[in-house]
């Protein structure tokens, strides 16, 4: 495809989710029933009832979710991004729909007939995280909302790894990727939850060799996937996938392609929160492949937008101090 025909840097699909982000302890996270670190799904009236018990504490409320986060930095940075995802009929799911457009990705966002999903986020006093996710609408992606012709003028096209989670929405991503491998387009895709790889291994395993050139994972996804240690993890998966990273957090992060490993050390900063470091950290790297620099040229300015995300509260960078990378 010629450079007149290519339009877009970045075409994504995501659970369009808002984030709940709210400072609290161990004892309130008991207290509804949550298991501090860890990372539940909730329904609708359970997780309305979170969200009432939260409000005295003035959560911050951005639009979120993985692919999302990882659009919303490489916009920020100066790319071209378009997002799919679905919203509800509410307040929450017009405040996505809005800060999207301000931000300027193009949007292919759908409205239905039912509440916004949302991320709710906990963040004790020792900085560890608690989640409970409700998808709502977000799950409620069909084929006909997925705009083919844009996807195929998109140099990158971007799958979140947490849609696997549903089996419908399962079976359209993997219809995408064969259309963007079909149309000679790089794929890329985030293992996303240690949880998805333990209950969706041979799915994901047939998805990523047959469609993915470009796979993210943290150190405990990488080791589900393959029963293997990190370092001998990356190997494994780069059997399969063109380019593998893998996400160490604190220990910074190691890239592997065919006849090239690296190690690259995280910034020592002080860190406010955690949530969206790893998002980040993909959108700094996927922002440097567009630009044609090497994989470790890459990996050290991802480790930039990683530390930007985690010297404050949300998984959202500020516009103005990612200006400062560029």
Request: no cysteine; proline share 2%.
């Amino acid at each position: 495809m010629s450079d007149e025909e290519t339009i877009l840097d970045v075409f994504s699909i995501g659970n369009a989710l808002v984030d709940v982000i709210v400072e609290s302890d161990e004892e309130h996270i008991k207290k509804l029933d949550l298991t501090k670190g860890g990372h539940v799904f909730v329904d609708e009236k359970r997780a309305k009832k979170i969200i009432e018990a939260l409000n005295e504490k003035n959560p911050k409320i951005l639009p979120g979710g993985a692919a999302a986060n990882v659009i919303s930095t490489l916009s920020f940075l100066g790319k071209k991004t378009a997002y799919t995802g679905v919203v509800g009929s509410d307040e929450y799911g017009q405040k996505f729909i809005d800060t999207f457009t301000e931000d300027g990705i193009r949007t292919n966002i759908k409205k239905v007939r039912d509440h916004s999903g949302y991320a709710i986020t906990i963040i004790t006093p020792d900085k560890d995280r608690s989640f409970a996710t409700y998808l709502g609408a977000s799950n409620k992606l069909e084929e006909k909302d997925i705009d083919f012709e844009t996807l195929k003028k998109s140099r990158l096209v971007l799958i979140e790894g947490f849609q696997f989670y549903d089996t419908k929405l399962r079976d359209l991503l993997i219809n995408v990727a064969k259309v963007a491998k079909k149309n000679k387009k790089t794929v890329v895709f985030d293992l996303s939850s240690h949880d998805l790889v333990t209950q969706s291994l041979p799915e994901l395993k047939s998805f990523v060799k047959n469609y993915v050139d470009i796979l993210f994972a943290n150190q405990e996804e990488a080791t589900a996937y393959t029963n293997l240690e990190p370092d001998k993890a990356i190997t494994e998966i780069n059997k399969d996938v063109e380019v593998v990273i893998v996400k160490l957090g604190e220990n910074g992060s190691m890239i592997k392609t065919k006849g090239e490993f690296y190690e690259v050390a995280a910034k020592r900063v002080i860190v406010a929160d955690t949530d969206g470091a790893g998002d980040a950290y993909t959108a700094g790297f996927l922002n440097e492949y567009l630009n044609e620099k090497t994989l470790l040229e890459s990996a050290e300015f991802a480790t930039h937008t990683a530390a930007l995300a985690v010297t404050k509260h949300g998984a959202r960078i500020n516009k103005e101090e990612l200006k400062k990378l560029v």
